[in-house]
């Protein structure tokens, strides 16, 4: 492992330790830091190796908060709401639209808790549960930022924008 990876996890450690869910917070701030929005293994050992905590432990805080990523996303993220409030204004036809366009590594044909990129590594699409925004319907994450009440059209133009920052 890198010095300087380890120097950036030193630094995060050092801003939590002694804080309430210091653990969370660090687990947070190693992904934010990723280019690729991910927690990789090498620095989740080195975690649990200076914070003296069980890799198991990490990793079920890991697995029970549905924004930690074990695997590197591509360089943008769209993230569509699959609860009932936006199927019922029509999100399926949002992930069936970007399905339908792009070209995905290892997409299976499920709905549930997709996460999937294309091959080129420009675009990951996940499904989440609900993001508590439900009178927005139907509401989409385009990297980082939320959308509701999304059309085709407007998703058109959000994977243009995307496609114009590629290059
Ligand atoms: S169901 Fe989509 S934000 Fe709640």
Not at 28 to 45: G, M, T
Not at 58 to 84: A, K, Q
Request: glycine content about 8%; hydrophobic content about 30%.
């Amino acid at each position: 492992m890198e010095d300087r990876l380890k120097k950036e996890i030193d630094g995060i450690i050092e801003k939590h330790e002694g804080n309430h869910g210091a653990l969370l917070g660090m687990l947070e701030d190693i992904q934010k830091n990723n280019p690729h929005n991910y927690l990789p293994e090498e620095s989740l050992l080195y975690l649990a190796e200076k914070t003296k905590t069980p890799p198991s432990r990490i990793y079920g805080i890991i697995t029970f908060y549905s924004f930690f990523s074990l695997v590197p996303e591509g360089r943008h993220c769209i993230s569509i709401c699959r609860g009932t409030a936006c199927h019922t204004k029509g999100s399926k036809k949002l992930l069936d639209y970007i399905r339908e366009n792009y070209r995905f590594e290892n997409d299976t044909g499920g709905d549930a808790k997709l996460f999937i990129t294309t091959e080129d590594r420009n675009l990951t699409l996940k499904t989440v549960a609900c993001f508590g925004q439900c009178a927005m319907a139907p509401v989409i994450e385009v990297d980082g930022k939320i959308y509701g009440g999304v059309n085709i059209n407007m998703l058109k133009d959000i994977l243009k924008q995307i496609e114009g920052k590629q290059k």
